[in-house]
């Protein structure tokens, strides 16, 4: 009987024990800057699901500034129905990015528009909050330069990425599955936004499949322009060639689908399609955790020059352009941008009246 009753009551002491347990791992607050595109939402969902994966455990949406931009139909398009379903999943709306950092320890800034990215990262790097930055990262290559600029000055963490980065295609080849990689032919959708560079508003993800079966390394690139076709021809410091095909209309209307082809010394594999963004926000919260982006600064920079170049090869009738050179003129304007936001406020001196 005593021993019974002795189990009995090591079993009751157990049971805080385990409990504890399961509720050890710290639950980082995340905020969000933006509320005009379903991915706002869509990772919200994932992150504050409880029957959510392990690899999703850990943090919490908490906190969300309801910003959008009037000039880019699409922002005003989402807004309202995007700010629903924030409210819809109990998550509070602040009415400032200030307010916002308050309340969280890591930021999701998911502003469709690019063009304000600077400005909405500005507080958050300020604060040391690290920060998801979603695409495009800016809305001109001066811009994504100045983000990563500021980011660097405060030493905050930034990571920047399309979901086709880590589609399981994508992945798979990245990580060999048909050897030593030669050359690759990525696509997407690519719909022009008059208030980005052409391949910044959808171009983005056919790029960001480009280089992350390539690799970086892009030396310059060539375009060909058409009313419903453009076709980026990179060439790489070691000679292998990458292209993107951004489609705007074919036969059926809008062009969609992602994909490619990518040529590797074990053979030849499509790269498939959009595999969702869970794979994305497992990659978020990774490093939201380790505080290590997966891509780095100077990669991301790479593709937004690539784009860029793209661009002024367009201006060029089609002659190459070098990224080194697109980059530079960036670095010197993003540079003067960052000594003139960081400078300190001058005092005006009041004029004495006589």
């Known amino acids: 009987m005593i021993r019974f009753l002795t189990s009995i009551v090591l079993l009751f002491c157990l049971i805080p024990v385990a409990q504890s347990q399961e509720h050890t791992e710290e639950v980082l607050r995340v905020g969000v800057i ?3 595109t379903s991915h706002a939402s869509a990772f919200s969902r994932v992150l504050n699901d409880p029957q959510s994966a392990p690899e999703f455990s850990g943090c919490r949406v908490v906190a969300a500034v309801s910003s959008h931009s009037p000039n880019v139909a699409e922002s005003v398009r989402y807004w309202p129905k995007v700010t629903k379903e924030i409210q819809a999943l109990g998550i509070e709306i602040v009415p400032s990015i200030d307010e916002m950092l308050k309340r969280v320890d890591v ?3 998911e502003s469709i528009d690019g063009n304000p990215h600077p400005a909405q990262a500005l507080p958050v790097l300020r604060a040391r909050k690290p920060m998801f930055v979603d695409k495009p990262v800016a809305g001109s290559l001066t811009d994504a330069v100045l983000l990563y600029d500021i980011a660097r000055h405060f030493r905050t963490p930034v ?5 086709l980065r880590y589609t399981d295609g994508a992945k798979a080849i990245a990580a060999g599955s048909v050897g030593e990689i030669k050359g690759c032919d990525a696509f997407s959708p690519c719909p ?6 052409d391949f910044f508003w959808y171009g983005i993800h056919g790029v ?7 690799g970086p390394g892009c ?7 058409s ?3 453009d076709v980026a021809v990179g060439l790489w410091q070691d000679g292998r060639i990458g292209t993107f095909r951004g489609r705007r209309k074919d036969n059926n209307g809008y062009a969609g689908g992602y994909g490619g082809t990518a040529f590797g010394t074990k053979g030849i594999t499509e790269i498939g399609g959009f595999s969702g963004y869970e794979p994305l926000v497992a990659e978020i919260v990774r490093f939201f955790k380790t505080g290590k982006a997966p891509v780095s600064a100077q990669e991301t920079l790479e593709i937004y020059a690539f784009m860029e170049a793209a661009d002024e090869s367009r201006r060029r009738n089609g002659a190459p352009v070098r990224l080194s050179d697109v980059l530079a003129t960036a670095r010197r304007t993003a540079q003067t941008r960052m000594n003139a936001l960081l400078a300190p406020p001058t005092e005006t001196v009041p004029v004495q009246q006589k």
Not at 208 to 214: A, C, G, K, S
Not at 219 to 225: C, F, I, L
Request: glycine share 2%; charged share 15%; hydrophobic share 40%.
């Open 107 to 109: 930021v999701l800034l």
């Open 159 to 163: 990571f920047s990425s399309s979901s």
């Open 219 to 225: 030396e310059s690139v060539t375009r060909v322009h």
């Open 34 to 36: 933006g509320l005009d």
């Open 208 to 214: 960001e499949t480009l280089f992350t079966v390539m």
């Open 192 to 197: 022009v936004e008059p208030t980005h560079p």
């Open 227 to 229: 009313a419903n076709t």
